[in-house]
């Protein structure tokens, strides 16, 4: 952890070391040592002007010194102000990058897997800002001369048309619904096997086999194995569902992107309607809007799901032969995930206007500024963040409240379904509340942090500069914080085996602080491209067209390599916490069944018999101590109990337990009772 955390360190005190606190940001006001070149040139040129009258060589001498002291001094005149902030950024940029690559190949896989999440989810929120800041912006164009009851109209409208959209690219790239639009002729097949390539470190990673490749295959009929190339060379393979990853990754994609571009709209149909005087009376009258803005997108949702019904119900039957059932249960949840986050995401920012309204005193306008800006005191401050403590707590309740003690089952894994699966309303509303507090805890600190740095007026919260550096030390302690928390996680199953409610708990912490450090970022890469259309004469076509180019550029690269780690990771998790599960159950199986032994009554304990064993016996982990490990052809000496499946076994001076279905009368015990053979 060292490394990185140094390296983090030495990139916000290199960024904070940028010179100008000028309003423009972009650094109008000179530093010290440049006005310091330009008194030593003023003083140089009235010494030349005093010594005009010298004669000879010396005259000579000193207009060659003046030359070429003035060479140096030009040359040193070319670094500006603007260029001390390239070079401060191109340094902390450096460092950056470099302490992400430590990060995301760090030698514990919860961290690799919370790094790229956290990577992920900035990249993602960043995308639906800049796409949605470019659309919104030429609406506006035309919506300036509106009513604002029009505005919050149109912004809603937006906001259930993002919604439509989500609803059809998740339909298509599952197979339900307008299939062509995804997938063209070929209809998917979630129940078809490909050999794909499993090294990751070859360009064709992840690339399927042609059928002439799979015949250099070693092993066809296992789920790994080794193909020979070209080449001659061994490269390891796994039989992957192709088609089933590949829409999975898609359809998080774009559910997450649309899901985000919603949110924000529905925020902003839901801050607007914050600025009507009525509702800027109290704090109570200042949250209504979200309740509202909630129950309208509720009833959108309900509408949605009604829509979806009979192509379920058609894909269930009609596409039986290539995965109808998991097609249905994997539309449903990633729609049902989406729609959560934009309830989660609009809900969750109108609270915080409203608490903030409460706890200050000031309402901030639509884009959570507060115009002019309010230095407020330490008690305001230290409330509003004993309120994110209070809602991190409370989400955590909600959270386990109402998932606990339930197994999720894999879509992956869903074979056969007999209707359309359904979530409850009820729970559906504790996800949300749960999912919204968890933001809240997240923007608290987020404008919190701005509070405190306007207070320490340490930097410039309004500059491109200081909106960077408030990123970068967000950044730095929430990466503190995941690293205790994985601290924590690893402690819980250390000492108590799976505690699954810990680490559920730790897993909505750890997303929260994802959310906050992409919410700090996307403020700096909106001020970004807004300050980049600043210079353009038409600066909402600018951005908008900007926005697009960045999107198309980066939306890609995050699908493909970004979000299928984050998948493959998730799956990993998984495996694991299936097989913990499973070990579990086996231990307090056998647990129960030395409970018995110590239970029996000495009378059912039989006389002591010889058997021999003819298969290898291995010593479970989780009963180490309990079972015997015997190899084949080991004697041992046994007692069995009466109404049991296990003996009670003895060799070579040791003692514990072996399966008695491993034992029958064959053999030697055909002539002596007293000896059993095992069976294997």
């Not at 499946?645 to 040791?654: C, L, M, S, T």
């Amino acid at each position: 952890m060292a490394r990185p955390v140094w390296l983090l360190l030495l990139a916000v005190a290199t960024l904070a070391k940028t010179p100008g606190q000028a309003s423009d940001g972009f650094g109008a006001v000179e530093d010290g040592r440049f006005r310091q070149m330009q008194d030593d040139e003023e003083a140089a040129a009235e010494g030349a002007a005093e010594g005009e009258g010298a004669e000879g060589e010396g005259a000579k001498g000193e207009e060659g010194e003046g030359e070429e002291g003035g060479e140096e001094e030009e040359e040193e005149h070319h670094l500006t102000q603007a260029d001390s902030e390239v070079a401060y950024m191109l340094l902390g940029a450096v460092i950056l990058v470099v302490s992400l690559f430590y990060l995301v190949n760090w030698n514990d896989d919860d961290i690799r897997y919370y790094a790229m999440n956290i990577i992920s989810m900035t990249m993602s929120i960043f995308s639906a800002v800049l796409m949605y800041q470019g659309i919104n912006d030429q609406i506006g164009r035309f919506s300036a001369n509106l009513t604002l009851y029009h505005r919050i109209l149109i912004q809603f409208a937006q906001c259930c048309f993002y919604v439509l959209v989500m609803q059809v690219l998740i339909g298509s790239i599952s197979g339900i619904f307008f299939v062509e639009l995804m997938w063209g002729s070929k209809e998917p097949d979630f129940d078809r096997e490909d050999w794909l390539i499993a090294d990751g470190l070859r360009a064709d990673y992840c690339n399927a086999l042609t059928d002439e490749e799979v015949k250099h295959i070693r092993n066809p009929a296992a789920m790994k194995s080794v193909w020979i190339d070209t080449y001659g060379v061994e490269v390891p393979v796994s039989k992957t569902k192709d088609d089933l990853q590949l829409a999975k990754r898609r359809m998080r994609c774009w559910a997450m992107l649309l899901a985000h571009m919603s949110g924000f709209a529905a925020i902003n149909s839901g801050a607007q309607l914050q600025e009507l005087e009525v509702f800027r009376t109290n704090a109570f009258m200042a949250i209504t809007p979200a309740f509202v803005n909630q129950a309208l997108l509720q009833l959108l949702f309900l509408s949605f799901a009604k829509l979806r019904t009979k192509p379920m119900t058609d894909a269930m039957t009609k596409h039986k032969d290539s995965g109808g059932a998991r097609k249905v249960v994997l539309c449903h949840e990633t729609v049902i995930e989406a729609e959560n986050d934009v309830s989660s995401l609009s809900m969750s920012y109108l609270l915080v206007q409203g608490l903030r309204f409460a706890v200050s005193g000031v309402m901030p306008n639509a884009e959570g500024m507060e115009e002019p800006p309010v230095i407020h005191s330490w008690s305001v401050i230290g409330i509003f963040f004993a309120c994110s403590i209070v809602a991190a707590i409370a989400s955590i309740v909600i959270a386990l409240k109402c998932g606990g003690g339930e197994e999720e089952e894999d879509p992956a894994e869903v074979k056969e379904i007999e209707q359309i699966p359904e979530v409850s309303f009820g729970v559906r509303m504790a996800q949300v509340l749960s999912n919204s507090l968890a933001m809240v805890f997240a923007w608290i600190l987020f404008f919190g942090s701005r509070w405190i740095s306007l207070k320490l007026d340490i930097f410039d919260n309004e500059s491109m500069i200081g909106q960077v550096i408030l990123a970068l030390i967000l950044s730095f302690f929430c990466g503190i914080a995941v690293f205790m928390l994985d601290r924590v996680d690893d402690y819980q199953k250390e000492n108590h085996g799976s505690a699954e409610e810990a680490a559920k708990a730790i897993r909505i912490i750890i997303q929260a602080i994802a959310i906050l450090i992409g919410f700090s970022w996307e403020h700096s890469f909106e001020e970004g491209v807004a300050a980049v259309a600043s210079t353009a004469n038409h600066k909402r076509l600018c951005k908008f067209f900007l926005g697009c180019f960045v999107c198309f550029f980066l939306v890609p690269a995050w699908r493909r390599h970004i979000l299928m780690k984050v998948l493959a990771y998730e799956d990993m998790k998984k495996k694991r916490a299936m097989a913990t599960k499973a070990n579990v159950r086996r231990s307090l199986i056998l647990r129960k069944q030395l409970t018995k032994y110590t239970e029996l009554p000495t009378e059912e304990v039989q006389e002591k018999t010889s058997a021999t064993v003819t298969d290898d016996v291995e010593m479970a982990p989780l009963m180490e101590g309990h079972i015997l490990s015997v190899k084949k052809g080991d004697k041992v000496t046994i007692k069995p109990f009466g109404k049991t499946d296990w003996v009670w076994a003895e060799v070579g001076g040791k003692e514990g337990l072996l399966p008695s279905a491993r034992l029958s009368t064959s053999g030697a015990a055909a002539e002596d009772p007293a000896r059993l053979t095992a069976q294997g």
